[in-house]
């Protein structure tokens, strides 16, 4: 299957500083790209679509001055968290489809932001 | 938009017996329905899809059952064994140009061996 890579697993960070998270498509081009994130015991939230040379969908609800994506080329999207505050602090996971409408996500290993 | 939800939010099922989750879903335009099986820390992992032209799917111990009509589907888990101890998401989505899967609640299943 086709393999998502996200970077870094885990990241800890003191509150009003900015963290980066990357999400690749290893094996395969993604023209698109969607952002999730995880409070613990609970699901997975959609936040945006990232889509590649195009500004990113954000869902209702979802900061987009606060999260900032860019998906600049066909097999990298990041996602920075801007000003972090503790309240941040989650699971994010990025995931990616196959071309073709296939309709299978397949996701990163997520990135666990703790700030302080 | 879409609104999926799932039951129940925990199930413990003595190891051997079957398990069953069920979830409805609100758009009836929805086409595509997996199920993932989350353990804790990880990346959620597809275990069985469903697409919305067949009512039913299997693959050894794991199916899936699709009811349109309803608007829910289920996921069976048969012959259960310890491992299958985890967190179970369905989602349903619109597969067409960049689909967005919505995810159910999620359900802790515990296999008491």
């Known amino acids: 299957g086709a393999v998502v890579s996200q970077h870094p697993s885990w990241v800890i960070c003191k509150s009003g500083t900015s963290v980066k998270i990357e999400c690749r498509s290893l094996?395969?081009?993604?023209?698109?790209m969607f952002w999730y994130r995880q409070f613990p015991k609970q699901s997975l939230m959609l936040m945006a679509t990232?889509?590649?040379?195009?500004?990113?969908?954000?869902e209702q609800g979802v900061e987009k001055d606060k999260f900032l994506i860019n998906h600049a080329s066909l097999t990298l999207s990041t996602l920075t968290v801007t000003s972090a505050h503790p309240e941040d602090s989650s699971f994010y996971i990025c995931?990616?489809?196959?071309?073709?409408?296939?309709?299978?996500?397949?996701f990163g290993e997520g990135s666990r932001l703790t700030v302080l | 938009g879409e609104n999926v939800e799932q039951h129940p939010s925990t199930l413990s099922v003595q190891e051997g017996d079957s398990a069953v989750i069920k979830c409805t879903y609100s758009?009836?335009?929805?086409?595509?329905f997996p199920w993932y099986k989350q353990e804790l820390g990880k990346r959620p992992q597809l275990i069985i899809d469903?697409?919305?032209?067949?009512g039913e799917k299997k693959d050894q111990r794991i199916a899936v059952t699709l009811n349109k009509t309803a608007k829910h589907f289920s996921l069976h888990i048969t012959e259960t064994q310890p491992e299958d101890s985890a967190v179970y998401f369905c989602?349903?989505?619109?597969?067409?140009?960049?689909?967005?899967?919505?995810f159910g609640q999620g359900t802790r299943l515990t296999i008491n061996p």
């Open positions: 995931s990616a489809e196959l071309a073709g409408d296939t309709g299978e996500l397949f």
């Open positions: 990232s889509n590649e040379g195009s500004k990113a969908t954000y």
């Open positions: 989602a349903a989505s619109i597969i067409q140009g960049a689909q967005k899967l919505v």
């Open positions: 758009d009836s335009a929805s086409n595509y």
């Open positions: 469903i697409r919305s032209n067949v």
């Open positions: 094996d395969f081009q993604a023209t698109t």
